[in-house]
Every structure is written in structure tokens, then in C-alpha cells.
């Protein structure tokens, strides 16, 4: 059962925000803010106004039903009726408890999507470089758009690490769940004997930060540039263009030297370094205000191994919900990938419905 003050405090809201725009006395900068809040008020305070107004419409139905001089028809008809306001009941009440879910800022952003080579050697960056190509998919299927940040490849086509920005509507909302370990087991192509090997990959997916969520102050910045190494052409190699930046209040290290300018290095890098302060921040206080939450679900932990994906059983299971679908070609491809995340989305909520009423 709902606590009723939070159903009166939502009917109280929208009678405040309803007066205060139809009184005219309020500026143009907050009007837009307030019609939004006044809109979303309105999807829930019709089941809110049910809500509270079903007790008083089980008893007069019960008194139809208990007063010897009503007719067996009228209380057949009260006695329907009562059952069809109690499932309405429950209905409303779930309705109410959606809503009075905390709110996710995050959701509505683009992402970051950082993907690294782990434990295994060549096959955990081939893995990697699957993971990628698997994203880059999905990102197609949703018509989205993808920009790579930094790249490093490994040997036979593999990923040491890639970082891209991921644009497009909802995006962080959709891939939030993937933060974690990947872990692989296949049999790799140089295997002779035809065992099963097992490495893994870690994903991390961050909200890409805009400039009004992190205001980066030059003094908290060191910015050290280096010459850069690896692929990259000739050129690449014989000046400073590779910077490293270190947010010194929280030691995050951002390293970028794809770009031969700078100049560009130092932009892509403290892109990163924003969204990382960000997503390192919304931890923190995600964490004050669940110390004892045992579900990984969205926490971005990376430390733990979320999904197995087994090639030669066919098979990916995601073990945050205990979900398997025996169709690992079809997942790689994108095609079942919204089914996944639709069943992560739905435990994610149901955890934090359990959560409202306590």
C-alpha cells in the first residue's frame, strides 16, 4: 500500500502549479520549466484522485451488497462493479508507483561507451574488437550515430581499447546496463587441440557530460604532452601532440594521442575526462543513498562479470537475471539485443518499485 501524504503531496503540486500559471505571474525563463512539470503532474493525478478515493467507493459498493433490501440485481451489479474497481486498484497504484520512481538526469543523454581488451591475451582483444562491432550494429539498427574517440589495435584485427560517443535520443537510458565484465568462452582459431578458452572484456558506459553538468577549473588540471607512439603516420610521432590530463581533486587520468594536433587530443580528451568526473560523481552519490543495494543492475560496476557469452554452446547469459538466449549468432548481429535490455530495464525497475513504498 501506498503511503497516502505522497498521493495528497502530488494532488497539492498540481493544484499549486496549476494556479501559478494560470495567475500569469511568473517569468518566461521558469514557464517552460513549470508547464513541463505541470504536464507530467497530469498523466498520474487521475490515478492518484482514484487512488484515494477507493475506499470510500468499496464501501458504498459493500453496503449495496450487505443491504437486505436491495434486489439480487443490484447486488449482482455491486458486486461486479467492486470487482473491477479492486483490479483498477492495483492498476493505479502500480501506475502511481512508477512515477514516484527517483528520476534518472542521465537517461535522456548521449553516451560514452568504453570498451578494453581483458583477461586472455590476443583472444580477449579479438573479443573486444566483437563487442564493438556488435554495438556498432545495434547503433544501426536504432539509426543512431557513432564517433570514435581513441582507438588502439592489437594484433590479427584486435582491440586493445576503443572509446566513441554514441548520439541519438535516449542513448544513455538504453545502454547504461552494459557497464561491467564480458567474459568469452570459444575456441580460438590458433587452438589446435579444440579446447574452450575463456578471457573477457570490460565495457564501461558513460552520460556523455555537457557543460553544464561539470565545470572543469584550469587549477584542478594538470596537462602534460608528450610525443605520441604507436600507429598514426610519421608525423604523429615527431612533435608533443599527445596530452595526458589529470583531474587532480578526484586523480581521474584522461591520455589522448589519436589526433596529430594538440589541440584536438586536448578537446577529445577532456570530453572524456568530463564524462568520467560526471559518472564518477553520480556514483558517489548513488551510492550514499544505497550503501546496502545488492543488485549491479546500472550501478556501472565494472568489477563485476555481467554476461557470458559461449560460442560453442550457442548461448548468452546475462547473470545479473539469470536470462539465457540460446541464439549467440543473432545477439552478436544486434537482433536480440533489445530483448535483453528490455528484461535488464524491467528488474532494474521492479528493484526500484520495491523501494518506494519503504
Known amino acids: 500500500m501506498l503511503p497516502l501524504d505522497k498521493i495528497h503531496n502530488l494532488i497539492k503540486k498540481h493544484n499549486e502549479l496549476e494556479e501559478k500559471l494560470a495567475s500569469g505571474d511568473i517569468d518566461k525563463k521558469k514557464y517552460a520549466q513549470t508547464s513541463k512539470e505541470y504536464s507530467d503532474l497530469n498523466e498520474i493525478i487521475e490515478y492518484a484522485k482514484k487512488y484515494l478515493s477507493f475506499k ?16 439480487m ?4 451489479f455491486a458486486d461486479s462493479e467492486l470487482q473491477n474497481l479492486k483490479i483498477n486498484h492495483q492498476i493505479n497504484e502500480k501506475k502511481i508507483k512508477l512515477f514516484l ?11 560514452i561507451i568504453e570498451i578494453r581488451a581483458g583477461t586472455g591475451g590476443l583472444e580477449a582483444s579479438l573479443f573486444a574488437s566483437d563487442l564493438y562491432k556488435m554495438y556498432e550494429k545495434v547503433i544501426q539498427k536504432k539509426k543512431w550515430s557513432i564517433e570514435i574517440i581513441s582507438i588502439s589495435k592489437s594484433d590479427a584485427g584486435g582491440l586493445k581499447e576503443v572509446i566513441a560517443l554514441i548520439k541519438g535520443k535516449n542513448i544513455y537510458s538504453y545502454l547504461k546496463y552494459e557497464s561491467g565484465v564480458h567474459r568469452v568462452q570459444r575456441v580460438p582459431d590458433t587452438e589446435t587441440q579444440g579446447r574452450v578458452h575463456t578471457s573477457a572484456a570490460t565495457v564501461a558506459v558513460l552520460p556523455e557530460a555537457e ?14 604532452v608528450f610525443r605520441s607512439s604507436g600507429p598514426g603516420g610519421q608525423s604523429v610521432n615527431t612533435t608533443d601532440s599527445a596530452v595526458r590530463i589529470t583531474h587532480l581533486p578526484t586523480g581521474i587520468v584522461v591520455s589522448q594521442q589519436d589526433e596529430k594536433s594538440q589541440i584536438r587530443n586536448k578537446e577529445k580528451g577532456l570530453k572524456i575526462l568530463k564524462s568520467r568526473i560526471y559518472d564518477f560523481e553520480r556514483q558517489k552519490i548513488d551510492q550514499e543513498r544505497s550503501k546496502d543495494r545488492k543488485s549491479k543492475i546500472g550501478s556501472g560496476d565494472r568489477s563485476e562479470r555481467i554476461r557470458t557469452y559461449n560460442f560453442p554452446q550457442g548461448r548468452v547469459t546475462d547473470h545479473r537475471i539469470n536470462l539465457t538466449l540460446h541464439k549467440l549468432e543473432e545477439f552478436m548481429e544486434g537482433e536480440l539485443f533489445d530483448e535483453m535490455i528490455e ?11 520495491s523501494k518506494v513504498v519503504s
Open 101 to 111: 520512481l527517483p528520476k534518472d538526469l542521465a537517461d535522456s543523454k548521449n553516451a
Open 56 to 71: 470510500k467507493d468499496a464501501e458504498d459498493l459493500n453496503n449495496i451488497i450487505n443491504d437486505e433490501s436491495s434486489d
Open 211 to 224: 557543460d553544464l553538468d561539470i565545470k572543469l577549473d584550469e587549477k584542478d588540471l594538470r596537462i602534460d
Open 343 to 353: 528484461n535488464l530495464s524491467l528488474q532494474a525497475q521492479q528493484d526500484e518499485l
Open 73 to 76: 440485481e443490484m447486488k449482482e
